[in-house]
T-cell receptor, first 108, second 123 residues
Framework: EIVLTQSPGTLSLSPGERATLSCRASEIIRSGFLAWFQQKPGQAPRLLLYGASIRSTGIPNRFSGSGSGTDFSLTISRLEPEDFAVYYC?????????FGPGTKVEIK | QVQLVESGGGVVQPGRSLRLSCGASGFTFSTYAIHWVRQSPGKGLEWVAVISNDGGNTYYVDSVKGRFSISRDNSKNTVYLQMDSLRLDDTALYYCAREMDPWGFGEDTLDYWGQGTPVTVSS
């Protein structure tokens, strides 16, 4: 099973600041089979990025992803008020599909 | 528009059974694999099971193997999760989600999710 570790656990930032979230895998994830989701309280997860760096439909370009192998990152270039949420990475390289524990981006 | 609606959750005693349903609309249901993902209260996301578009292939997380069974009825645009021998740690909000690539199975992420149905296992 591929274990995903996310850091930091919590990121305290102000609107307009840049957020960089990390996701590290216990094994190499082939072909960048890594996705990022955003979840707000009381809502289902929302797909932001897949293939490590491809934005899903309707996702603003302030969200970007990078990485390969075992190290991946999600960057939010300038935080908008609606971006404060929990972010999860997920690998779909191999079963069981696994999620990271999440990074909470909170308002400073 | 694509919609997934879960139902069937509730409160159940340990050792009992429950069947969840996931009704779909707004897309060609029979061409997509469907997953179940759960989220324990205040916790993160855990993938549970997946079924291929034709129902011929399934995978499960180890913790539910032998207890949970995923199936689908393409004539009703519905996926089911039969949960037997429920345990306290099965308590969670259960989401169904569509695998993004039509005709794919297990090689893509999840692009549409339902709002979830809560399952509470308690004595």
């Amino acid at each position: 099973e591929i274990v995903l570790t996310q850091s930091p656990g919590t990121l305290s930032l102000s609107p307009g600041e840049r957020a960089t979230l990390s996701c590290r895998a216990s094994e190499i994830i082939r072909s960048g089979f890594l996705a990022w989701f955003q979840q707000k309280p009381g809502q289902a997860p929302r797909l932001l990025l897949y293939g490590a760096s491809i934005r899903s439909t309707g996702i603003p370009n302030r969200f970007s992803g990078s990485g390969s192998g075992t190290d991946f990152s999600l960057t939010i270039s300038r935080l908008e008020p609606e971006d404060f949420a929990v972010y999860y990475c997920q690998q779909y390289d191999s079963s069981p599909w696994t999620f990271g524990p999440g990074t909470k981006v909170e308002i400073k | 528009q694509v919609q997934l609606v879960e139902s069937g959750g509730g409160v159940v005693q340990p050792g009992r059974s429950l069947r969840l349903s996931c009704g779909a609309s707004g897309f060609t249901f029979s061409t997509y694999a469907i997953h179940w993902v759960r989220q324990s209260p205040g916790k993160g996301l855990e993938w549970v099971a997946v079924i291929s578009n034709d129902g011929g292939n399934t995978y499960y997380v180890d913790s539910v193997k032998g207890r949970f069974s995923i199936s689908r009825d393409n004539s009703k645009n519905t996926v089911y999760l039969q949960m037997d021998s429920l345990r306290l740690d099965d308590t969670a909000l259960y989401y169904c989600a569509r695998e993004m690539d039509p005709w794919g199975f297990g090689e893509d992420t999840l692009d549409y999710w339902g709002q979830g149905t809560p399952v509470t296992v308690s004595s």
